[in-house]
């Protein structure tokens, strides 16, 4: 089991940058596919981004391809999001997850959860 600690939201003006970071205890960090997902107030959880366990490949939304950038460093168990350009739109509640997968995972079948962090960009 690995627990999932999200940190780094907050307020920012649009055009603005934030950067997301996920630490993850329990078990090995690098066995776990990781992913960033958002859920804007009365919308569904949409994946963001996502990424394999060695970080050699990624996943972007559409939405954000180009403005984010999802990295790890298992050395130090954490996950990161840097989010650039940021647009009112990208207001949302952000979790990481967490899947033991050999592959990227680009649907919601992720096994453990943080409890996520708000970003709200102001226009």
């Known amino acids: 089991q690995v627990q999932l600690v999200e940190s780094g939201g907050g307020l920012v003006q649009t055009g603005g940058s934030v950067r997301l970071s996920c630490a993850a205890s329990?078990?090995?960090?690098?066995?776990?596919?990781m992913g960033w997902f958002r859920q804007a107030p009365g919308k569904e959880r949409v994946l963001v981004a996502a990424i394999t366990r060695s970080g050699g490949s990624t996943y972007y939304a559409d939405s954000v391809k180009g403005r984010f950038t999802i990295s790890r460093d298992n050395a130090k168990n954490t996950l990161y999001l840097q989010m650039n350009s940021l647009k009112p739109e990208d207001t949302a509640v952000y979790y990481c997850a967490a899947r033991n997968s050999f592959t990227i995972v680009i649907t919601n079948e992720y096994d453990y959860w943080g409890q996520g962090t708000q970003v709200t960009v102001s226009s």
């Open positions: 329990g078990r090995t960090f690098s066995y776990y596919a």
